[in-house]
């Protein structure tokens, strides 16, 4: 789908003062432009992560866990990673870096002492509640403003992803 930048998507997802780029109308077809546009978006996940971190010290993976743990609190890792769709080694410095900076709370499962419960600290409790940022505002936006399209798209990137692990 291309945004035409009078739209009001496109206006409302960028800010009436923002520039956005012009619309490349240049195609490399079905795949290739689909590719482009989910590079686009992981880059632009990645530039929203780093200003994150340099005005509230987290990256936006460790506020979707300290978001998720405020939902599901004394989660294990096993199921944060379940919830992420990652591996639970590829969780493990997310939540040693968050323990580090008491933003989370580490406990033994009193069923289970080799399994840990994480839970948010007072701190951490302060970062997950504080309001939507930036990609949070972003995604709400923009699935509020289509509905139909959000739901079809949310099927579409889990059968690709779906489709990408299968091959790992």
Not at 115 to 123: D, E, G, P, Q, V
Not at 136 to 143: F, H, L, W
């Amino acid at each position: 789908m291309i945004l035409m930048m009078n739209s009001p998507l496109a206006q409302t997802a960028v800010g009436p003062e923002a520039q956005a780029p012009a619309e490349d109308t240049r195609t490399l077809g079905p795949t290739l432009d689909f590719m482009r546009v989910l590079w686009r978006v992981d880059h632009a996940l990645q530039s929203a992560s780093k200003k994150l971190e340099m005005e509230s010290g987290i990256t936006g993976p460790q506020r979707l866990v300290l978001r998720i743990l405020s939902r599901y609190p004394g989660a294990s890792a096993g199921e944060l990673a379940e919830l992420l769709h990652l591996h639970p080694s590829t969780l493990t410095g997310v939540l040693q870096r968050l323990q580090a900076r008491n933003l989370i709370q580490r406990k033994a499962d009193p069923s289970d002492a080799r399994r840990a419960l994480f839970a948010l600290s007072t701190k951490g409790k302060r970062l997950a509640e504080v309001g939507d940022g930036a990609i949070d505002a972003a995604v709400r936006r923009v699935t509020e403003l289509m509905q139909t399209e959000s739901a079809a798209t949310k099927a579409l990137l889990t059968a690709l992803a779906s489709e990408l692990e299968a091959q790992r």
